[in-house]
């Protein structure tokens, strides 16, 4: 197989899509520096935040919500589904792509619709269990389609022949030594040395349950000897943490570079978002999930294999309180031997190279 001259990559919406898109735009630009690689978005998409930055062709195409259920008639009736197509279709043509790789969000269909009208080889990436209804769609469009953990085949009919190839990561994330890295980190957030550090963050959003229940717990954890490196979530109000601690508490209302949170961190409490869950597993890093209960249970899916695994432990949101954390957390972040079992048993499930594999599978699929 040659090089790939020209790659469409459409996925947008949430950074559960753009992260991984991002991260396979990496690996082909690692790969071949002169691989023209072109981004499909919508206007109002988070991408437009996170793609431009770092250095990639965005085209803005419109795409519209869809409704659950995925059927044929969804595409054939729709006239402003044919119109995001043709749009879609014009950039794939411009850029004379020789594949288009989807990861999801609604920008994704009529990148699926445009390449399948050209015969193009569409490869579909998918973290979630169940398959999101873009991807869903896409699939009838597809045999090629790769998933992020090897617990979705077994859980999805849709996914039953897919790839598990892992998800793609930064590679900051996918690089990263947590130990050799440590001190810095800490020093970075003005975090003691000496003393464990629990890392809260409840994903690009936050997690206002998560914030009350860890600040809740402030003083005790302090009392205790524990450091807290917490991300608020830039949407959500700020919760108060008492200001006479003897160990450092420092919020943050957002962090670009998690990988320094991850670094500093002897244990991390969070939600269970996929890329959550790959990250943190790829890196070793102990986890207590506390999945979004508002939702179809997908991170609770996501995080269970993990948690078998040994690699974490799983709290529903609504038991998650300032008590919770003081008789659960304390006693966790002060055995060492406990979190390094936990670390290597993360680090045993999770994997590095999602972006490699990735790219090894578009390979097959534009050779056949």
Known sequence: MGPLRSVVLAGGGTGGHIYPLLAFADCLRRHDPGVRITCLGTPRGLENELIPPQGYDLRQIPAYQLPRSVNMNLVKTPGRMWTAARAAGKVIDEVRADVVVGFGGYV??????AAWRRELPIVIHEVNVPPG?????GMRFTNHVAVGFPHQPAQAEALRDARVVGVPLRRGIAGLDRFAMRNAARAHFGLRPDLPVL???????????????VAGAAKELARNGVQVLHVIGARNEPVPVPTDL??????????????????????????????TCAEVAAIGLPTIYVPYPHSNQEQKRNALPVVEAGGGLLVDDAELTPDWVERTVIPLIRDPHRLHAMGAAAAAYGRRDGDEALLNFVYEAVAQ
């Open 108 to 113: 994704s269909v009529p990148a699926y619709l």
């Open 133 to 137: 209804v873009a991807n869903r769609l």
């Open 199 to 213: 890392f809260v963050a409840g994903g690009s959003q936050g997690a206002r349950s998560i914030n009350l229940a």
């Open 246 to 275: 003897p160990v450092p508490y420092v919020t943050l209302p957002y962090l670009s570079e998690m990988e320094a949170g991850y670094a500093a961190a002897d244990l991390m409490l969070g939600r269970g978002g996929a890329m």
